[in-house]
């Protein structure tokens, strides 16, 4: 019983040590920036912002967006992507066309807004 003990106790040990090495952390700020562009790139190839034609460079671990948009979602989504790519950064430089402001514009036209609340 004692030598099975052993046997799992060495297998658990030296999983946990290279479950370390498996992945990298955010927080350690480990991916290049040749990583977070390629991820980010590969995010945006199937996403649908993917056919407003943006564009994104990543120097210093830093994300910086290039584009035009009709739809303001779209810029949100680009920070939220090369943040969730492992940017520590993101510059969005994307700009959105005056119609979709003034449809966001539109939107917010003082009338309140009411919430459907689902209860089980």
């Not at 948009?69 to 779209?74: K, P, R």
């Not at 979709?100 to 514009?105: D, E």
Request: proline share 1%; with cysteine.
């Amino acid at each position: 019983m004692q030598r099975l003990f052993a046997i799992v106790s060495l297998l658990l040990c030296s999983l946990a040590a290279s479950a370390g090495t498996l992945t990298k952390s955010h927080s350690q700020d480990k991916f290049s920036d040749v990583e977070i562009e390629a991820t980010i790139k590969a995010k945006l190839a199937k996403s649908k912002i993917g056919k407003d034609g943006f564009q994104v460079h990543v120097k210093n671990q830093i994300a910086t967006w290039t584009g035009a948009t009709s739809v303001m979602q779209h810029k949100g989504a680009a920070t939220r992507m090369a943040k969730a790519a492992g940017a520590i950064q993101v510059v969005n430089n994307i700009k959105i066309s005056d119609q979709a402001k003034a449809q966001a514009a539109g939107n917010l036209n003082g009338v309140p807004r009411r919430a459907q609340v689902k209860t089980d």
